[in-house]
């Protein structure tokens, strides 16, 4: 007779007490799985997560409270949870897990890893530290009524970075400053203003008029002598924005009329842009104020933040953000810099102010501060049910692990509506590992086509291997016979190569660059493929992988859209620079085998639907599969596609 203890065997709940687990992350998701894990009997938990409690985190992250606000939620979660089981121990690390002192031996000490988290360069680490430690990782991730939760092993499942995953849109310069057409360069533009203004300048971000517009085949000089620009109010000079607004003390008129006048009517003469294009409309203070109606606030009804404000309210918020800023500025002191944040009132009202004034010039429907905040933020907004569905399914799959069933765990898909076979949850069998990952393969190997005679050293570390490959302290060494070592790991070692071309190292056509991140126990050989031909503003290509490029699976528009609660605009991509390139897709399988029904009456294959990716609005394909001597043991699973990529947005 089988002992129980409680719901569980009595073996399973013995080691239910005596085995460690770490979660990753303590936010929407990680704090139901928290729950979930004490009151199932788990004793030994280590949490981490590197976040800060905001007030907006209140309405479905249980754990927290009012008086938390401003607080660890690693630190508070802990706190929390002891209060209704404190016989557990718990270990909660405020920090990042991509820190080195989380390396391969920290992740050892662990039975389990289980993901809750929001950007894809931590999941990217975190799955590459499982696989260095050998240790299971359930990976999740929930947006709106969507979600997913997956089994990763060495050996035996896919990895997070076996299917190649879109990488987040961006868009040409010239196009965000010279010819913006959609509201999310606007909104763009409108970042980059901020940080030109008030934080940190980067020349990748520049707003002003883009006199190199390969578009605009003018003659600079001419021009420059028929351009009307207002000595007076906006005294334009072409120099640093930064440097222009601080010489004006931030004078909120000066500011809106080069911007929104004198760039714009710098932004006429280049009379070519304009053949085949609406022109745009310069704005000027004065005359709006003069002309506006008393009663002009906003447009349409409903929630504050859901209107959409007139032109000349947008002016008077431009103008009390930009004075709110400036004290900020202030009061941080003379070289301080801030930080464009989704959450702060102030930053926010600058973005949905200027993004907006400039849609108007554009001639484009302007939008509200909800809108412009979920495309900005490149938010889908978080359901708490959502979480807690997920949360369950994932100490669900624990159980199947520690149990030793590793067979029978599934990725299982949430869906919006029930499938077919009116099911809301989808299970498939986990997939092998792809035999061409450059992560988990025996011999992980990539092509890499770029010119070797404009990309930098500090290009290759920074946008190729930490960016695009995921990689925390590479070291790379030459295969030219001598072992020539390109950057180190060691601070100061190789610094003086930064600013040097590959080309000025013997690197050409064919060469082979070995990549050692020693945090990550990961090597990876990249195989350089000269080229002269890239397309403008792309600096390199990872050869065979071009995921955006492929033909997308068929898809239901109506669901699609569904996506964004009605926005579509809001699956756009975001350009903070606090938001990682993340935050993935959500696969949405249509139909299973009916549970009984015969093989010949059931389907042989679930039809997919893949949402747009939350950063880039497009769909990567991945095939279907149909496991048919599984399919008898578990007839609903009757799909063993293992879509790890995920949309974790809490």
Known sequence: MVQLVGSLRKELSDTLS??????????????????????????????????????????????????????????????????????????????????????????????????????????????????????????????????????????????????????????????????????????????????????????DQEVSPDTADPEASWNPEDTAARATASEKDGDIKRVSTKEWARSTGYDTVKLFNKLFKDDIKYLLTMDKLWKTRKAPTPLDWQQLKNSACPQEVSVGSGLKDQQVLGVWGLCQLFQHSVETLRSQLKEKGEAAELVWDKDDPPAMDFVTAAANLRMHIFSMNMKSRFDVKTMAGNIIPAIATT??????????????????????????????????????????????????????????????????????????????????????????????????????????????????FLADFGIRNGSRLQVDDFLQDYTLLVNVLHTEELEKDVEFEVVGEAPDKAPPPQTNQEEVNSITNGNKDSAQPSTSSKAPAEDDDVMIVDSEEEEGASSSTAPTSGTKRKHPDAETGETSTKRPRTDQSSAAAAPADNDDDDDDDIIALD
């Open 18 to 203: 005596t085995c460690k687990v770490l979660v990753v992350g303590a936010g929407g998701i990680g704090c139901e799985l928290l729950k979930n894990l004490v009151l199932t009997g788990f004793k030994q938990i280590e949490v981490i997560d590197l976040d800060t409690i905001d007030v907006s985190n209140l309405n479905r992250q249980f754990l927290f409270q009012k008086k938390h606000v401003g607080k660890s939620k690693a630190q508070v979660a802990k706190e929390s949870v002891l209060q209704f089981c404190p016989t557990v121990n718990i270990t909660a690390y405020h920090d990042s897990i991509m820190n080195p002192e989380y390396n391969v031996e920290f992740f050892r000490k662990f039975t389990l890893v289980m993901n809750a988290l929001d950007n894809r360069a931590a999941r990217n680490h975190v799955n590459r530290m499982c696989l260095a430690a050998d240790i299971p990782l359930i990976e999740s991730g929930t947006a709106g009524y969507l979600g997913q939760v997956t089994v990763i092993k060495k050996g035996m499942t896919e990895c997070y970075e076996c299917q190649p995953k879109p990488t987040q849109k961006t868009f040409p310069g010239c196009t965000i400053r010279n010819t913006p057409s959609e509201p999310i360069h606007c909104i763009v533009w409108a970042k980059y203003l901020f940080n030109q203004l008030f934080g940190e300048e980067d020349a």
């Open 387 to 500: 979480n807690a569905v997920i949360a369950g399914l994932i100490v669900l799959e624990g159980l199947k692990i520690l149990s030793g069933e590793l067979e029978s765990c599934r990725t299982i898909f949430l869906n919006k509506c029930p499938s077919l076979r009116k099911k809301l949850l989808v299970p498939c069998i986990l997939d092998p590992p792809s035999a061409n990952c450059y992560v988990c393969a025996s011999k992980p190997e990539v092509t890499v086509k770029l010119d070797v005679h404009k990309t930098t050293v500090l290009s290759l570390q920074d946008r190729i291997l930490k960016e695009r490959f995921g990689m925390v302290a590479p070291d790379v060494q030459i295969e030219d016979g001598k072992g020539t070592i390109l950057i180190s790991s060691e601070e100061g070692e190789t610094e003086t190569n930064n600013s040097k």
